[in-house]
């Protein structure tokens, strides 16, 4: 009979990851929706110095949770939207020291899992009751206008206007 030897790692044990911190950061992942309806899709506005910006409903998920618990978390909590799940549709990587906004989220790294969502029963565009700190509002982008807007990650303008291009996830790289 074989001795364990308790020092060793065992499976998923967080302790043997540690050593793999970096002091800079912290990886995040996020789970995001895309919901389209009569040829909208619905979007967070957020506004800074240059004017509005938009992003895809959604935020990090916690400990313990499924993207897809918390992708219906996060709809709620920023839009007001009960959502349903559907199929993975990209993948997003976001490291803040490769793009435009490094001076202010230069140690960010976070990893998107953006998910085909439906809206479940009627909806009118408005903040949930926990809207993020930028937040300034919930709305529909028309998909064919998306090239009017600061719609973010930027490459998402050309994939919604001329539609996935497989039936498997399609990973985007680190892109803004």
């Keep these: 009979m074989a001795v364990k030897n308790e020092s060793s790692p065992r499976p998923n044990d967080v302790s ?3 050593d793999h911190e970096d002091s800079r950061g912290v990886l995040r992942n996020s789970a995001k929706a895309v919901i389209i309806r009569d040829g909208r899709l619905l979007a967070i506005r957020n506004v800074d110095p240059e004017g509005d910006w938009y992003i895809l409903p959604g ?14 978390r996060e709809c709620l909590e920023e839009a007001g939207a009960p959502v349903s799940v559907g199929r993975l549709l990209l993948v997003r990587e976001y490291i803040g ?3 435009e906004f ?10 998107e899992f953006m998910f085909e969502c439906e809206i ?13 700190q930028h937040q300034t509002g919930v709305t529909w ?3 064919g206008e998306l090239e009017k807007y600061r719609l973010y990650p930027k490459m998402l303008t ?14 985007l790289g680190d892109v803004n």
């Design 141 to 143: 982008l028309p998909i």
């Design 16 to 18: 043997a990851v540690r």
């Design 102 to 111: 490094s001076d202010h989220d230069g140690e960010a790294h976070q990893v």
């Design 59 to 72: 935020g990090g998920q916690r400990f313990g949770e499924t993207l897809g618990e918390a992708l219906k």
């Design 120 to 132: 479940v029963g009627e909806y009118s565009p408005r903040d949930g009751h926990l809207p993020d």
């Design 158 to 171: 050309g994939i919604l206007k001329h539609g996935f291009p497989s039936s498997t996830p399609l990973y």
């Design 97 to 99: 020291r490769n793009h």
